[in-house]
């Protein structure tokens, strides 16, 4: 099976005074096209990092990403976000919902952006994805009349609603409580069964990193183990064992 992502030798060092900190050294991974992955790792080991270079939201010091067979360091500005927005959905730590829109207008705004669909259209859809999300009655409500979870909830119907063929989301069920984070993580899964969209989660839930086929561990920016859950799923007790 094609790849979806391919991770070579990928490391991040950002500037601070005369120091060099590096926040990614040195990782690579690659992930088939309707794979699911989990990164895990303690506070600052670099996934939120390492997921914003994926999608090409940063650009490396050195090393390379190549996502849906593109080279993202062989594209411009425009063709990144044009690539991005077809491509991926992605679910900020911090939501990153924007302000001046309701609900509904946030979740609109990458179909919108793609172009090509009638606004009519766009709206039911992004209408039917806040109802799976369960905020179906908060569609003209703006982000800071959201709680924390329901904007997070919001995000992922953002994420979804181009059926994007690779899915970040950065600790996607931070922020729920254990009903409505089972409810997402459902919904996550089954986008994945049913529209064969990879996932690449960012958690410190060992639950849902246990639901993925595999475990990407990073310490202090470094891949510490990249190891297949899959041989577990059936088998509690082999995951317990670790
Ligand atoms: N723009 C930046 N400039 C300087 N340092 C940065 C920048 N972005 C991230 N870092 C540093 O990189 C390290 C990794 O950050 P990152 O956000 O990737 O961690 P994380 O694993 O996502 O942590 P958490 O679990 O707390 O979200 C941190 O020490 C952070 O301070
Ligand atoms: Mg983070």
Known sequence: MAAILEVSNLTREFRSGKERLRVLDDVSFTLE????????????????????????????????????????????????????????????????????LTALENVMVPLEMRGGAPLKTVRERARELLAEVGLADRETHYPVQLSGGEQQ????????????????ADEPNGNLDGETSARVTDLLFSLNEKEGTALVL????????????RLLRLKR???????????????????DAR
């Open 33 to 100: 096209a309707g794979a699911t992955c989990a990164v895990v790792g303690p506070s600052g080991s670099g996934k939120s990092t390492l997921l914003g270079l994926c999608a090409g939201l940063d650009a490396p010091t050195a090393g390379g990403v190549v996502l849906a067979g593109k080279e993202l360091a062989g594209l411009d500005e425009d063709e990144r976000a044009a690539l991005r927005n077809r491509e991926t959905g992605f679910v900020f730590q911090n939501f990153q919902l924007i302000p001046t």
């Open 153 to 168: 909830r919001v995000a992922l119907a953002r994420a979804f609603i181009n059926r994007p063929s690779i899915l970040f």
């Open 202 to 213: 960012v958690t410190h839930d060992l639950e849902l990193a246990e639901r993925t086929g």
């Open 221 to 239: 920016g470094r891949l510490e183990s990249d190891e297949s859950t899959t041989a577990a799923a059936g088998d509690p007790a082999a995951l």
